[in-house]
Nanobody, 125 residues
Framework: QLQLVESGGGSVQPGGSLRLSCAAF???????IGWFRQAPGKEREAVSC??????????SDSVKGRFTTSIFRDSVGSTVYLQMNSLKPEDTAIYYC?????????????????WGQGTQVTVSS
C-alpha cells in the first residue's frame, strides 16, 4: 500500500530550526519524494524533491541554502527529512510531502500524488 506519513513541525522563532520527517511505504525507488507547502491565502508550492534511489535533490530558490532534504532507506521503506534552518516568518505554512512521478526528474505540483496529511510550521516572534 502506498502511503506517506509526516511528523515534525511546530512553532519556532525567526532564525530557528525545525526538522520534518516523511515516512514513505510501498513506493518504487525511482520515485521522487517532494516537500510542498501552502501558506494562508497562497497556492501550494514546491519546496524540495529527492529521488529515493539516488538521493539527487532539488530546491526552490526561496529555501536554497537554508533547507536540506535527505533520505534514509531500509527494508521497510524510506524516511525523507526536511531540515529547515534560518527560518523566516514567510516560511510559515502547512508542509506536505508527496510522491512525485515525473519522467523528466522535475519536482512539479502537477506530478505530485499520494499526499501526506500535512504538518503546520509557524515562524513567529
Amino acid at each position: 500500500q502506498l502511503q506517506l506519513v509526516e511528523s515534525g513541525g511546530g512553532s519556532v522563532q525567526p532564525g530557528g530550526s525545525l526538522r520534518l520527517s516523511c515516512a514513505a511505504f510501498g513506493f518504487d525507488p525511482y520515485v521522487r519524494i517532494g516537500w510542498f507547502r501552502q501558506a494562508p491565502g497562497k497556492e501550494r508550492e514546491a519546496v524540495s524533491c529527492i529521488t529515493v534511489l539516488t538521493a539527487v535533490t532539488d530546491y526552490s530558490d526561496s529555501v536554497k541554502g537554508r533547507f536540506t532534504t535527505s533520505i534514509f532507506r531500509d527494508s521497510v521503506g524510506s524516511t525523507v527529512y526536511l531540515q529547515m534552518n534560518s527560518l523566516k516568518p514567510e516560511d510559515t505554512a502547512i508542509y506536505y510531502c508527496a510522491a512525485v512521478f515525473a519522467s523528466d526528474g522535475s519536482c512539479g505540483l502537477g506530478d505530485a500524488h499520494y499526499w501526506g496529511q500535512g504538518t503546520q510550521v509557524t515562524v513567529s516572534s
